[in-house]
């Protein structure tokens, strides 16, 4: 019989050794954190992990984080060992190769039990502050019966170094998320060498400074690792446990420096780990006792959950109901009445008013209708307008309201929306100005790559904020979240194609959405009551020319009335213009080949105008088509000058078509 | 007679006036900031400052940064007051107006002394590390008389906020910047209201954590502040200083709330401002004592140029050469001849390697030749290949050497590099993962914006980095990267290609770089020597049609190789095919009409081939040309597999080709 200690050591070691394994095989890859993290996760999966490997979505479940996600392994072997059916050991044998489950890098949706896209370092720490936020919030609504669960962390000391882990574990820290778990791997190795060649952070006292509870151990020890996550289920503030692990540990040579990192140990380090470690097993076999022994604490985890199961059975039916509701990600029911309501209402009112503002008037019918939304912004609350009469800020202990002052983090703000996201039961939208979305560029490209329903609300969308000038105003923004594959970019032009974007993104579950909304008021453009949701073409037909066209302006948002003003002069001129409104360019691309084509028609003259770069417009007007727009960054000055001053008009646009007219009919 | 304290206030408060009765005139901007920081600023500028109004670009003056660059009425008080020709009281007038030097945030470029472009919060604080760093730099290669001078920063809550300023901080502290001082202006207000709605950090705690001296101090008592900056200068650690003041000090109704943020403060409360500071002068007059005192602090803080210049005259001759060279930023004179030299040399090996050990290659000659040349890595170093035998890390207290390990802080690390390459005296390069830009995108925008000399090496610059899959894919980086104005992207295709765009990354002072590199070998695609620079030209025709063109393939990087392959095939089958190379979208579209019409060609099928998705190739092929390329994200496996799988192949291209010209035959 072995003894505990005994059995924690070989559970261990099948993580290490089907993490060296599969690397040598894949001849590409990380060893050296599944093996130095090995103690850490088999204590955490084996005494504590609440989740069941045979009902891995379980709402109720704790939520693991593997933010250095280079170590992919490690939860490739726990998600295996532990008997979810989606990683089997011929995925493990086919990691890293193409169409496999077991992707180089831990990928949301290849397989259940990874709970998010990590890779990009300091990502999955920022994540894990909003699934915890989640938690919590949903706790707040539904109650410790049905929800009450802690969310683990490893991370490493590439995520801790990443500026994003500030902004992550600050809000964590003010937020006293007590339920959230960090294991750091602290083996003092980075990809170049010792991490004393680039930091010299007490990071103990960076997070005690950001208001965590901090605690040391050894991170091979078994027992002091399960103490130490025992002292953090009984605090109130979240929790760093800095756990002093050997990369590579096992490995001859190779341990304890960078050479453990990011390639395969090679055939005779694996053997010479193979007898220090006394492991006898060939590559990719457990020992029947020890795969028993794992996947007997995953059945054992597993009854948790149908004690949760009875909780749930047990619970009101209306509680039940819009907890399950929420939770499938569903919208709730009146939507689509009260947008089409608001929208009738919005015919007749015709305001002119921003976007943001509009945004707002928006949010405030969502809002009424569906509990789930969870409000934000990187503190530009006044200027994002993303706070409603009903999201009250959430606040430490006070996790029932809907309003999240995220602070000055972009970055960790967007991670935090995922992790919300990828939590379920909630929506987060959040707001910052558009420029700053070059801040927060990095989650929201991994909210597209996971495919999620982050909601981004960008404001200030162009030089038309004016005087704060060229820091401020974005100019390529614009083109560069529309380049992010499976992200749509909404570009409203009044109130009407406001509600019909959010609406788009709310119904888009699989693809995140940025909203980008303007400073300045605008006239309505849509005066007529439509009940179809125009925006949804992506680009449509907004003013028909009286006559056979012989100009099409496309525009986006701000340009929009722009493109209408033109029209009538040119129209006037005896030139029949139609406008298309552009408001989401891969909803346009989504469209039958005969939609696209008659929305970009056979004008000879053909001219788009957005006040941001010429990039991706080519689309709609060909390459001899004109561009009203920028060509480089933005003024300091007030909209009513700068608009004028880099010749984004309608009277320019006049101009420039009827030179065009002119120069065809010659 | 006033006593000196009476001085003081009076001092500060013309920064008072001036900027609240310039704010009011704008009907926009920021009053709080310049009225709570003056006693700080009015202290470091009367007793520690060292600059000289009437000649500003002294290469030994004191770096002062306005890192809450929404404070910028500060920085355009102090410079008027101290006597810089550049800010008149006209400017000042005209604050926040088109075409004005007072930009609604300090944009580098527009007046002197604005030593960098400020604004996105962080930045500055980042930027204040790169000189510190480059002051230590010159310090050791030319010692304490022509370069000894200190850093001094002003930030906000919200500087402290943004994940960026770990970095930073993080990074001082470990290089132990002792020369580096920061004044935190420690208001306890942000946007949406008080700090703690959003925040809780301990921040003395956490910049102590970061290995930095801290202390705190009452920010509008004059002594304190100069005790705790004169205690700085003793230090052998970065300092901050937090100051605790009152934002929009002075406003009997509105200061030490949000309110005296970001608005003018109206005229009723600025009368009140007035009778409560005893300030009787109209708007936009300084007493004529008051502007004297501050204009005889100028001319006192210039005397020590004086001195300076006299050191400068008794250097010897040599390091006096090179030091006025190297703060000119020009380049050395044998740089061309050992690059020209070095292509010589390509053309007869024609070398098999990646674009990032190429790279390496140039660097090595490069380094030889340039001794201002600062390497350096996001903790890649091994992988972006820019450590060269010349260049040995830099560690704390050993600055004579030329490589930066920046730790695993891509966007610190960029911004770091912007303060290097705005101090002078030294140009920065330094490397991540291009997929990993997005990181660093913030200030790499800023770089674009302040036109400056950063070089961002961005090695595994596509799919072919295989196995790490779609989170370390770039796809849509290259074009994100191409949409940033003033922002030269390189992707050359060989060895040659290399050396001449580290060529013309050098020579391009005023524009920043990105190298794109990859991971994979690469033939060489140039097998003869030509002295022109042939990437100058952004696109230019490799290889010519055997016959009139009817197909030309434009490629870019290690697409270059598949469409020199493609058109092998192409021209068997009979099909004349030229193959143009495009190492630069942006040195392409500065070259002549014609060059361009001739580049672009007749051929009636033209295709692009680039890993990476189409945004931006219709400027080359048009709407109807053919792009083999991404439409979504990576996937992880081997590269001789990602290439096939996503049809990025010679044998793709030849097919889509040849469909192509059937088509136009019938």
């Known amino acids: 019989m072995m003894n505990q200690r005994e059995k924690h050591d070989r559970m261990a070691n099948a993580i290490r050794f089907l993490s060296m394994d599969a690397v040598e095989k894949a001849n590409s890859g990380h060893p050296g954190l599944p093996m130095g993290a090995a103690d850490m996760a088999t204590v955490l999966y084996t005494r504590f992990m609440k989740h069941d490997p045979k009902n891995p979505a379980w709402p109720d479940r704790d939520r693991f984080v593997l933010s250095a996600g280079h170590g992919s392994m490690l939860l490739y072997s726990l998600l295996y060992l532990t008997g979810y059916e989606d990683i089997t050991i011929d995925e493990?044998?086919?990691?890293?190769?193409?169409?496999?489950?077991?992707?180089?890098?831990?990928?949301?949706?290849?397989?259940?039990?990874?709970?998010?896209?990590?890779?990009?370092?300091?990502q999955g720490l920022a994540n894990s502050v909003g699934m915890a936020l989640a938690e919590r919030i949903l706790n707040a609504r539904f109650g410790d019966a049905l929800v009450d669960h802690y969310t683990y962390v490893i991370a490493g000391d590439g995520c801790l170094m990443e500026g994003i882990s500030q902004e992550a574990i600050s809000l964590a820290g003010h937020l006293q998320l007590s339920k959230l778990i960090v294991l750091w791997d602290d083996n003092n190795i980075s990809i170049d060498g010792p991490v004393s060649l680039a930091d010299s952070t007490d990071q103990l006292e960076r997070f005690d400074a950001s208001g965590w509870n901090t605690m040391r151990c050894d991170g091979h020890d078994p027992d002091a690792i399960a103490d130490a996550i025992e002292l953090a289920h009984h605090s109130d503030r979240p929790t760093l446990i800095a756990c002093k692990t050997t990369i590579g540990f096992g490995?001859?040579?190779?341990?304890?420096?960078?050479?453990?990192?990011?390639s395969p140990l090679g055939a005779d380090e694996i053997a010479a780990t193979r007898k220090a470690l006394g492991w006898t097993a060939p590559a990719f076999e457990v020992p029947s006792d020890i795969l028993d022994a794992w996947r007997l604490s995953?059945?054992?985890?597993?009854?948790k959950r149908k004690e949760w199961e009875q909780r749930l059975a047990a619970a009101e039916s209306e509680i039940r109901t819009e907890f399950e509701r929420r939770m499938r990600g569903e919208l709730p029911g009146g939507l689509d009445g009260a947008i089409a309501e608001y929208k009738q209402k919005l015919a007749s009112d015709r305001p002119k008013v921003a976007t943001r503002k509009s945004s707002e008037m928006a949010l405030e019918v969502i809002n009424a209708v569906a509990p789930e939304t969870i409000g934000g912004s990187a503190?530009?609350?006044?200027?994002?307008?993303?706070?409603?009469?009903?999201?009250?800020?959430?606040?430490?202990?006070?996790?029932?309201?809907?309003?999240?002052?995220?602070?000055?983090?972009?970055?960790?703000?967007?991670a935090a929306m995922n992790g919300m996201a990828l939590h379920g039961g909630v929506i987060p939208y959040s707001g910052t100005f558009l420029v700053f979305?070059?801040?927060?560029?990095?989650?929201?490209?991994?909210?597209?790559?996971?495919?999620?329903?982050?909601?981004?609300?960008?404001?200030h969308d162009s030089i038309g904020l004016g005087e704060d000038g060229p820091t401020h105003q974005p100019v390529e923004q614009l083109a560069a979240l529309r380049a992010i594959p499976n992200h749509t970019v909404f570009r409203p032009a009044d109130a009407t194609e406001v509600a019909e974007c959010w609406q788009?993104?709310?119904?888009?579950?699989?693809?995140?959405?940025?909203?980008?909304?303007?400073?300045?008021?605008?006239?309505?453009?849509?005066?007529?009551?439509?009940?179809?949701?125009?925006?949804?073409?992506?680009?449509?037909?907004?003013?028909?020319?009286?006559?056979?066209?012989?100009?099409t302006i496309f525009a986006s948002g701000s340009e929009v009335e722009i493109a209408l003003a033109a029209r009538t002069q040119l129209q006037a001129h005896g030139h029949p213009t139609r406008v298309v409104s552009v408001p989401a360019f891969e909803l346009f691309e989504k469209q039958s080949d005969d939609y696209k084509a008659a929305i970009i028609g056979g004008a000879p003259v053909k001219i788009a105008i957005e006040a941001a770069i010429r990039l991706g417009w080519d689309r709609f007007i060909g390459l001899d088509g004109i561009f009203i727009g920028m060509t480089g960054f933005g003024a300091s000055g007030p909209i009513e000058q700068i608009y004028p001053h880099f010749g984004i008009t309608a009277d320019a646009t006049v101009k420039a078509a009827e030179a065009a007219l002119h120069k065809k009919s010659h």
């Open 298 to 303: 995953g059945l054992n985890a597993g009854k």
């Open 251 to 262: 490995a001859p040579t190779k341990a304890g420096t960078n050479k453990a990192h990011g």
């Open 437 to 459: 979305s070059d801040y927060a560029r990095p989650a929201m490209r991994l909210a597209s790559l996971m495919g999620i329903r982050s909601i981004f609300v960008m404001t």
């Open 92 to 122: 493990i044998k086919h990691f890293r190769q193409l169409g496999s489950r077991t992707a180089g890098h831990p990928e949301y949706g290849h397989a259940a039990g990874i709970e998010t896209t990590t890779g990009p370092l300091g």
């Open 504 to 551: 788009l993104a709310l119904e888009s579950a699989k693809t995140p959405s940025t909203i980008a909304l303007t400073r300045q008021n605008l006239s309505a453009v849509r005066t007529e009551f439509v009940e179809e949701n125009l925006c949804a073409y992506g680009a449509y037909e907004l003013a028909t020319a009286n006559g056979d066209a012989e100009v």
């Open 379 to 414: 503190d530009l609350t006044g200027s994002n307008n993303t706070r409603t009469s009903q999201t009250k800020p959430i606040s430490a202990g006070d996790y029932g309201e809907r309003y999240v002052h995220y602070g000055i983090r972009e970055h960790g703000m967007a």
